[in-house]
């Protein structure tokens, strides 16, 4: 049986658990308190896969579980940046629309005879890049006086995201038709 209730698989059900709040306090105006929040749990990515490798704890609960909360998490403050206007929308349907894309994969791989899809180095450093950037912008929509000194740098930490998203969701769906068509060989 595969373990459920590890300690990364607890951090990424926790990141999912704090989307609703983050979202209620942003659009509360509680920004500060929300971006307090949404750091906090983007740092809880980083400290899953560590602990995961580290410790030996991965799961096949956890490889799913951890993508699928970043990208709900992505996804939340991407739309709380652009009702703010923080964010530009055609960056936001860019980083949006990849996963859409991604998702659109879902049956190709995950059908019987095709194995899954190992995340990539390029698809980690894309999140990381994103949860960096998307932060730092989200801490300039906040009271903090320095915020503003942010700007620049996170918004080049977004572009080097969504660079690195697409680059990564083309790599993805290279891997997955290519899967498809050694899977249709086979039969």
Known sequence: MDRIFTIPNVLSFLR????????????TDNVDA???????????????????????????????????????????????LVATDVLELWLAVAIIA?????LGLYPVV????????????MGKSAT????????????????????HVLEGPSRIFVWLGVV?????GAMYAREALGMRDEAADAT
């Open 16 to 27: 999912l658990a704090s989307v609703p709040v983050f979202v209620v306090l942003f659009v």
């Open 128 to 147: 990381a890049a994103l949860l960096v950037g998307l932060t730092g912008l989200a801490i300039t929509a906040t009271s903090l006086s320095w915020g």
């Open 164 to 168: 690195l998203y697409w680059v990564s």
């Open 98 to 102: 990849r996963d859409v894309a991604i």
């Open 34 to 80: 929300a971006v307090i929040l949404y750091a906090v749990g983007a740092w809880t990515d980083f400290l899953d896969g560590w602990i995961a490798r580290r410790f030996d704890s991965t799961s096949e609960l956890g490889k799913l579980l951890d993508p699928l909360a970043d990208r709900v998490f992505i996804a939340a403050l991407v739309v709380a």
């Open 110 to 121: 995950h059908r019987g005879a095709i194995r899954k899809i190992r995340v990539s180095f």
